[in-house]
């Protein structure tokens, strides 16, 4: 159980994302203190101004791979930890009114990962059909419920539950494993537990295009193993980057400390966003 | 001049958008011959039936990164080639309908990377609007024309001026230097200049964590410049990844061509995207 000074925590909004559903899995928290926020970007922002103790947001999915703005901001705008992790599997339904059926649809609404998650579906079965974007999945199932006509939205069974809409297909998701990585985001660092995984950025000096190659050799030397590498711009020229590096371990662990010691020698900057317990030990 | 059997070039619509600007700047192309779809997905897909002789799509920007639904049909959808690359310059206007004022808009709307670039500008100066997305920069301006009321888009000048709207504020983008890189997709590889790039993807056994350092190291050897390094998930499983890199030189250049060979026994697959004329070398 984690200690919370700040008690209500920020996350993806409206009720009912798949946010929600990560953040209630992952601990417990009084409904009077979930505070939803339009943007991922405004969930991070409200946890560095302190207006929420925590806030949690979606980092990467399986099929559709990071959330950029998450780690945009994560990199760029804050100095705050990633304290947890959870996976949890994403189904996506097809809901719409009750009354309305599939042939009448003209216009289907969603978060674009999710539409972009269901591509082939949405060829295959509503060809020609309208396409809306929606800021989350939850808030284009709630645009479906107020409005009348042939809309239908992308979204989470729990949305259509709670926005008395009907589930016309369920599991349209194009491919089979498909997974959502939520982070929650504090200020705390979080302390070692033996199954831990470590999230760091390395920023690299201009025109050296060996410095991947020796940030990767750096770990490969002590045995660690990383889970994710993700270029992203650093937003000042094509072509100039930062990764993203996901390995196993905490920083308190020597091999660890060592790697990012030696890293901290060679390259511009080494941001630490945090060591936390791996998903899947916290399962356990 | 490019030798173009179907004449007609598909483009990322509607018109006026950066895509019609890039298309435009690379190749001489008669109005007539101009054909917009809806999404990066569909101009490919188009190249790919042969509707179009080739499509003109947008790959990266220089703030917001890789457009994923390019690399990914490139990757996992079709067998195509990059013919040629632009990069150009992006610069973004607020429009909005003729006697619309900054303090009486309500609503924003453009593109997720449109917004995303101007996602400062839109917190300082229109805080609290309501965002809706749209599936072009052009298609949010076109949308603003024929809607009445307090909306206003993000988008392009050329749109701005094709649908009549006002410039209510011009370079209103966070970053300094934001460029867009557009691809030229078609059905034939392009001969050696001798200032050419590759682009390939990597895709390596699971449970190798070492692949992509050995990826490197074929390179490093060469003295093969790398200009982007990109993972991006194989749809399998979180975690699970393949690597589109851009190198400097053609595959008929005897480095090139031996490092992929060594590529080949030591992963998966190497599926080559492409070597075509670099952007700066063309333009001189």
């Known amino acids: 159980m984690l ?7 920020g996350f993806l909004g409206p009720s009912g ?24 970007a405004d969930v991070i922002m409200a946890v560095e101004r302190g207006e929420v103790g925590r806030g949690m947001v979606p980092i990467e999915n399986s099929i559709e791979g990071s959330v950029n703005v998450t780690l945009d901001v994560l990199a760029f705008e804050v100095d705050l930890f990633i304290e947890r ?19 009448n649809i003209t216009t289907i609404t969603s978060h674009p990962q999710a539409l972009a998650q269901c591509r082939n579906y949405i060829t295959d079965k509503l060809p020609g059909v309208n396409i809306e974007l ?4 939850a808030g284009a199932v709630k645009l479906v419920s107020e409005q009348n006509g042939a809309l239908a939205a992308i979204g989470p069974r729990l949305a259509a539950q709670m926005y008395g809409l009907n589930i016309l297909d369920a599991d349209i998701e194009d491919f089979e494993e498909n997974q959502t990585r939520f982070v ?57 980057y930062c990764f993203f590096i996901d390995l196993l371990g905490h920083v308190e662990d020597e091999a660890v ?11 511009r900057e080494v941001k630490i966003l945090g060591s936390y317990p791996m998903a899947n030990a916290m399962e356990e």
Chains 1, 2 share one sequence.
Do not use: M
Request: hydrophobic share 35%; aromatic share 4%.
């Open 257 to 267: 400390a060592s790697a990012l010691k030696c890293l901290r020698c060679k390259i």
């Open 184 to 240: 929650l985001v504090g200020k705390e660092p979080t302390p070692r537990t033996g199954h831990d995984k470590t999230s760091i950025i390395c920023f690299i000096f201009e025109d050296r295009p060996g410095s991947l190659l020796q940030i990767l050799q750096e770990f490969a030397y002590r045995h660690i193993n990383l889970t994710k590498i993700q270029s992203r711009p650093t937003k000042k020229a094509l072509g100039d």
């Open 85 to 103: 992790e959870i996976v949890i599997p994403i189904s996506h339904n097809l809901v719409a009114k009750p009354g309305v059926k599939l042939e």
């Open 17 to 40: 994302t798949y946010t929600e559903e990560a953040l209630l899995k992952l601990l417990p928290v009084d409904d009077g203190d979930l505070v939803p926020y339009p943007t991922e």
């Open 134 to 137: 929606a800021s989350s999945t």
């Open 3 to 9: 200690e919370i000074q700040n008690q209500r925590v």
